[in-house]
């Protein structure tokens, strides 16, 4: 399993080039957003694009997350194949 960080405070960030950090992972992941990244989570709705940090790379990336994991600001568990979207911003 993948171990991930939420990065606190990307709320005002903004993608240069989706509507959206969900539609943003979808475009690079090829796949729609189906659930929340989370190992023992299948949550369906509400889904976000949230900004993580993936153990041991400290680089940024985008998951689908549910709202409830993407406030979370402990540790996360993740599916093995979750695939880690590149990050593109420009602050509001």
Do not use: R
């Amino acid at each position: 399993m993948k171990k991930v960080k939420n990065i606190i405070g990307t709320s005002d960030d903004n993608c240069s080039c989706c509507k959206s950090w969900l539609e943003h992972w979808e475009k690079y992941s090829g796949e729609p957003a189906v659930f929340c990244s989370v190992s023992t989570c299948n949550e369906v709705s509400d889904l976000k694009g949230a900004h993580v940090y993936e153990f041991p790379d400290k680089t940024p990336k985008i998951i689908p997350l549910c709202s409830k994991h993407n406030m979370s600001d402990v540790e996360l568990t993740v599916k093995d194949d979750v695939f880690f979207a590149p990050i593109q911003t420009i602050k509001k």
